[in-house]
Every structure is written in C-alpha cells, then in structure tokens.
C-alpha cells in the first residue's frame, strides 16, 4: 500500500526556516517525480513545488521561488522542502504528492497523496 | 503562470442528478497535461481524471473528462451521496503548475 507521511511542521516566526520531510512506503519513490502541495484550511489548493525522478528537472511556484528548496533522497525513500525566509502567507498544511507517472523526465499530476503537516508563520 | 477559473462556485443539485463542472484557462493547455482532482473535507485530494479525459484507477465511470484548448469540463452523470465535495482543476502543461479555485458541490 503507498503511504507518505509529512513531518517537520510546526510554529514559526517570520524569516525563520524550516525543513519538512516526507517518508514514502509501500512503494520506492524512485522512479517518480513528486510534488509538494499547499491548502490553507477552508481554502484551494497552491502547488508549490516538484522534482522528477532523478532530480533532473525541478518547478516551484512564484510565490516561493528563491525561498524554498526541493530536494530527494531516493535511497532513503524520502523528499523534502527546506523552506527559508518565512513569510505568514506561508501559512498552510502541506501535502507531499507521488506523481501519477513512472520514469518519465516530467513533472505531472500525483495521484497519491500524505494526511500533510501543519506550518504556522507568526510572530 | 497559467490561471485556471472554474465555474460556478458552488453548485446545488440532488442526488441522481447530472453535474457539470467548468475549467477556464488563460492560455491554451494541452488536453493531455490538464487533470481533476475531488477533495472532501478533512482529506487529502484524490485523482479523478488526468490528461482531460482518462479516469485514474478505481474512479467510476459516472465521472467524464472533456475539453481542449481553454476550456475543459467535468461531467458527473448521476450523482451519488458521496460524490458531493469540492472539485479543482489542475494544469501540468506549463511550470508553474496550477490549481482552479475550486467549485463546491452541495446537496441541494
């Protein structure tokens, strides 16, 4: 069974950083890109960020370009997004995403997604 | 970046009913790079449709993609109970990638 469990949120303040992980299981992330999603609770969806399989090619949104960081561990079965300078419109619970597509270059859609963890910006 | 608007906000209909889902965007999206996505509350989003048109696995075929170029639309035959949630559209086509906002369906 594909499980991915997201880890590292929490309380922060504004300009501070913080690292969120997700661990895959039931499946081996290698081969796949994966994505990193936003949602403030009762609002849409932000992608914010994806990485193909082997790290190859990498997209993120405007709004975190230059701040935020994808990277993978395809060893340990495991991605992560460091994410600096915080801002409190960064506010949200993140979701780690598989992508639907296997050993393709492309970043595409995910079909299997983590409960996601909280990330709190405030003062 | 490519802004998808998705009509209407919110849709009121019944069970058994025929639902219909609108996606807008503002540039042209290829049909295969544009997906689908239901989200109740409480959980993450699963994937209905990818590439406009192909049902992700386990997905009844109640649910139907279509559409090209601007405009694409999901389609939900007969609604079921559980199919009342909130619908977002998603475009792969071009970096950065986006979401619509969102169209909730309710029980009417």
């Known amino acids: 069974e594909v499980q991915l469990v997201e880890s590292g949120g929490g309380m922060v303040q504004p300009g501070r950083s913080l690292t969120l992980s997700c661990a895959a299981s039931g499946f081996s992330i290698d081969g796949y890109a994966m994505h990193w999603v936003r949602q403030v609770p009762g609002k849409g969806l932000e992608w914010v960020s994806g990485i193909n399989w082997n790290s190859a090619r990498i997209a993120y949104a405007d709004s975190v370009k230059g701040r935020f960081t994808i990277s993978r561990d395809n060893v340990k079965n495991s991605l992560y997004l460091q994410m600096n300078s915080l801002r409190i419109e960064d506010t949200a619970l993140y979701y780690c995403a598989k992508d639907r597509r296997r050993s393709s270059s492309e970043i595409t859609c995910a079909d299997y997604w983590g409960p996601g963890t909280q990330v709190t910006v405030s003062s | 970046e490519i802004v998808l608007t998705q009509s209407p906000g919110t849709l009121s209909l019944s069970p058994g009913e025929r639902a219909t889902l609108s996606c807008r965007t503002s540039?042209?999206?290829?049909?295969?790079?544009l997906a689908w996505y239901q989200q109740k509350p409480g959980q993450a989003p699963r994937l209905l449709i990818s590439g406009t048109f192909t049902r992700a696995t386990g997905i009844p075929d109640r649910f139907s993609g279509s559409g090209s170029g601007t405009d694409f639309t999901l389609a939900i035959s007969r609604l079921e109970p559980e199919d009342f949630a909130t619908y977002y559209c998603y475009q792969y086509d071009t970096s950065p990638y986006t979401f619509g906002q969102g169209t909730k369906l309710e029980i009417k």
């Open positions: 540039q042209r999206v290829s049909g295969i790079y």
